[in-house]
Protein backbone atom coordinates (compact mmCIF):
# COMPACT_ATOMS: atom_id res chain seq x y z
CA UNK A 1 0.00 0.00 0.00
CA UNK A 2 1.27 3.47 -1.14
CA UNK A 3 1.11 6.61 1.57
CA UNK A 4 0.56 9.66 0.53
CA UNK A 5 1.56 13.08 2.26
CA UNK A 6 0.54 16.49 0.84
CA UNK A 7 2.01 19.74 1.29
CA UNK A 8 1.97 23.14 0.04
CA UNK A 9 -1.41 24.21 -0.01
CA UNK A 10 -2.59 27.59 1.21
CA UNK A 11 -4.07 30.89 0.89
CA UNK A 12 -2.83 32.94 -2.02
CA UNK A 13 -3.94 35.77 -4.34
CA UNK A 14 -5.29 35.59 -7.75
CA UNK A 15 -2.27 35.64 -10.00
CA UNK A 16 -0.15 34.33 -7.46
CA UNK A 17 1.97 31.46 -7.62
CA UNK A 18 1.86 27.68 -5.24
CA UNK A 19 3.94 25.01 -5.45
CA UNK A 20 2.20 21.53 -3.91
CA UNK A 21 4.68 18.50 -3.09
CA UNK A 22 3.63 15.13 -2.86
CA UNK A 23 6.20 12.27 -1.41
CA UNK A 24 4.65 8.54 -1.61
CA UNK A 25 6.43 5.87 0.92
CA UNK A 26 5.60 2.51 1.18
CA UNK A 27 7.41 -1.17 1.76
CA UNK A 28 8.29 -2.97 -1.95
CA UNK A 29 6.33 -0.13 -3.57
CA UNK A 30 7.16 0.36 -7.05
CA UNK A 31 5.33 3.51 -8.45
CA UNK A 32 4.20 3.95 -12.09
CA UNK A 33 2.33 7.37 -11.94
CA UNK A 34 1.68 10.38 -9.52
CA UNK A 35 -1.01 13.08 -10.28
CA UNK A 36 -3.01 15.73 -8.83
CA UNK A 37 -7.04 15.73 -8.78
CA UNK A 38 -9.13 18.68 -7.41
CA UNK A 39 -12.40 18.73 -5.73
CA UNK A 40 -14.10 22.66 -5.77
CA UNK A 41 -17.23 23.24 -3.77
CA UNK A 42 -19.75 21.67 -5.03
CA UNK A 43 -18.32 19.85 -7.97
CA UNK A 44 -16.74 16.52 -8.54
CA UNK A 45 -12.96 15.43 -8.11
CA UNK A 46 -11.69 16.28 -11.49
CA UNK A 47 -7.95 15.43 -12.86
CA UNK A 48 -5.14 18.15 -12.74
CA UNK A 49 -2.38 16.53 -14.27
CA UNK A 50 -0.58 13.28 -14.08
CA UNK A 51 2.98 12.40 -14.76
CA UNK A 52 4.65 8.92 -15.25
CA UNK A 53 8.02 7.34 -14.34
CA UNK A 54 8.75 7.54 -18.18
CA UNK A 55 7.98 11.36 -18.35
CA UNK A 56 4.18 10.73 -19.76
CA UNK A 57 1.94 13.99 -18.67
CA UNK A 58 -1.53 13.89 -18.83
CA UNK A 59 -3.27 17.49 -17.84
CA UNK A 60 -6.47 19.43 -17.90
CA UNK A 61 -6.51 21.37 -21.12
CA UNK A 62 -7.52 24.38 -19.60
CA UNK A 63 -4.91 24.10 -17.35
CA UNK A 64 -1.63 24.26 -19.44
CA UNK A 65 0.28 26.43 -19.51
CA UNK A 66 -0.16 27.69 -16.05
CA UNK A 67 0.76 24.31 -14.05
CA UNK A 68 3.30 22.19 -14.08
CA UNK A 69 3.26 18.75 -12.56
CA UNK A 70 7.23 16.83 -12.56
CA UNK A 71 8.71 14.23 -10.65
CA UNK A 72 11.83 13.41 -9.17
CA UNK A 73 14.27 11.03 -10.27
CA UNK A 74 13.85 8.41 -7.68
CA UNK A 75 9.86 8.31 -8.95
CA UNK A 76 8.72 9.12 -5.66
CA UNK A 77 8.24 12.93 -5.22
CA UNK A 78 5.71 14.82 -7.29
CA UNK A 79 5.41 18.64 -7.07
CA UNK A 80 2.75 21.03 -8.90
CA UNK A 81 4.01 24.27 -9.79
CA UNK A 82 0.78 26.38 -10.37
CA UNK A 83 0.71 29.89 -11.51
CA UNK A 84 -1.75 32.81 -12.22
CA UNK A 85 -4.06 31.23 -10.22
CA UNK A 86 -7.64 32.10 -10.60
CA UNK A 87 -10.22 32.16 -7.37
CA UNK A 88 -12.00 28.86 -9.70
CA UNK A 89 -8.70 27.28 -8.74
CA UNK A 90 -9.45 27.23 -5.38
CA UNK A 91 -10.58 23.40 -3.81
CA UNK A 92 -8.75 20.26 -2.35
CA UNK A 93 -6.17 19.30 -4.33
CA UNK A 94 -5.80 15.56 -4.12
CA UNK A 95 -2.46 13.68 -4.64
CA UNK A 96 -2.79 10.42 -6.90
CA UNK A 97 -0.33 7.37 -7.00
CA UNK A 98 -0.76 4.20 -9.44
CA UNK A 99 1.94 1.01 -9.02
CA UNK A 100 3.50 -0.50 -12.05
CA UNK A 101 1.07 -3.78 -11.26
CA UNK A 102 -2.03 -1.12 -12.22
CA UNK A 103 -0.73 0.49 -14.48
CA UNK A 104 -3.30 -0.22 -17.07
CA UNK A 105 -5.33 2.00 -15.20
CA UNK A 106 -3.78 5.01 -14.49
CA UNK A 107 -5.99 7.24 -15.13
CA UNK A 108 -8.76 6.20 -13.24
CA UNK A 109 -8.73 6.97 -10.18
CA UNK A 110 -10.83 3.86 -9.00
CA UNK A 111 -7.19 2.64 -9.12
CA UNK A 112 -4.37 3.51 -7.04
CA UNK A 113 -3.55 5.36 -3.65
CA UNK A 114 -4.84 9.05 -2.55
CA UNK A 115 -3.71 11.06 -0.23
CA UNK A 116 -5.62 13.45 2.52
CA UNK A 117 -5.80 16.77 0.11
CA UNK A 118 -4.50 19.63 0.41
CA UNK A 119 -6.55 23.03 0.40
CA UNK A 120 -5.72 25.53 -1.99
CA UNK A 121 -7.59 29.04 -1.59
CA UNK A 122 -7.03 31.79 -3.89
CA UNK A 123 -8.69 35.01 -2.47
CA UNK A 124 -7.74 38.28 -2.45
Known amino acids: QVQLVESGGGLVQPGGPLRLRCAAS????????MGWYRQAPGNERELVAV???????NSRTSMEGRFTISMDNAGKTVDLRMNSLKPDDTGIYYC??????????????????WGRGTQVTVSS
Open 26 to 33: GDGVSIYA
Open 96 to 113: HAVEVKDRDYFLDPDFGS
Open 51 to 57: ITTGGTI
